[in-house]
């Protein structure tokens, strides 16, 4: 019986380089393709794939979050995060989400056929410098990787993470509505909860959060790095 | 005529979409593939592409300072076409002063690169960013 993936990424051209990298590989398909984390959570429930490649940096919903819904559906789920960041937040939060291989996006071409396999097997896939972090602080203290800062996110519900990114994207509180079959005031009361919670002002106060939390991320240009526009990807 | 390409993208797996999705072109060849600006330079004299697709973000030397350059090997027939992750009129200025024909937006690479391609190819200026409904040729 094949082995089946689901991709999910929100650039055409990274899924037709994952599809073409993957589907080399007698006896493994790619069953399906979404452009974002809530087309992925669907595509899951209906698809039943054996493992989920998701990539952290996706619109409407981040691929921390589409992981951790995924596992809340199914906990059954296999869950490969691809990212352009080993960051150490970024790791925690991974493992944190329940994810079993994470896999650098400069690196997919080396790793992703062996992160595939692990989880095939049973086991767990991480690139090498998250073993690293792994040994250095989470099995040998037996508590999550070190941080400088006590994380923000469990704050937050799972609903208003998503508002949150939603938000933070630019969309207004009806198009946020319209997007999560919400009503206009139920948004509008999701969104003074997250402010309150938070301690936030301003939607900018909220941009400002979303980047730092890694539910949205920004990358800079090389010739743009002193002017303050970013660039949500 | 056969269109020859050079891919130039620090991200493998970019490459291989980028190529899976050009070489479905008749006509078409990808020539090479670099993963900076430093190698792209040295592949456009060997391989002596007509169209270098570029991304802006690279380690060593970047996609714009490796344009520039390009523009200094006075080969005419040579076109740039950025494909890039930066969504930003700011950043398709820049690419456009450092001597780009074209500017696609990665996200947006499925629906603009074939014909941006196809545009520059026969010189002509291409640009799209993802907000814009329309791609301008």
Sequence with gaps: MKLRILLADDHEIVRRGLCSLLQKREGWEVCGEASDGREAVEMAKQLKPDVVIVDIGMPYLNGLDTTRQLLQHDPNFKVIVLTITDSDQVIREALDAGARGFVLKSDAARDLVAAVEALQSKRMFFTPRVNDLVLAGFLEKGHAISRTEPPDLPTLTAREREVTQLLAEGKSSKEVAVLLNLSTKTVETHRSNIMRKLSLHSIRDLVVYAIKNNIIQIQMPPQLRTVSETTVV | ?137
């Design chain 2, 1 to 137: 005529m056969t269109v020859r390409i050079l891919l130039v993208d620090d991200h493998p797996i970019v490459r291989q979409g980028l190529r899976t999705l050009l070489e479905g072109r008749p006509g078409w060849q990808v020539v090479g593939e670099a993963s900076d600006g430093i190698e792209a330079l040295d592949k456009i004299d060997v391989l002596e592409p007509d169209v270098v697709v570029l991304d802006v973000t690279m380690p060593r030397m970047n996609g714009l300072e490796a344009c520039r350059l390009i523009q200094l090997k006075g080969k005419t027939s040579l076109e740039v076409l950025f494909v890039t992750q930066h969504d930003s009129p700011q950043m398709m200025r820049e690419a456009l002063d450092a001597g780009a024909r074209g500017y696609v937006v990665k996200s947006n690479a499925g629906r603009d690169l074939l014909e941006a391609v196809e545009a520059v190819s026969q010189h002509r200026v291409f640009t799209a960013l993802a907000r814009s409904p329309h791609a301008s040729c």
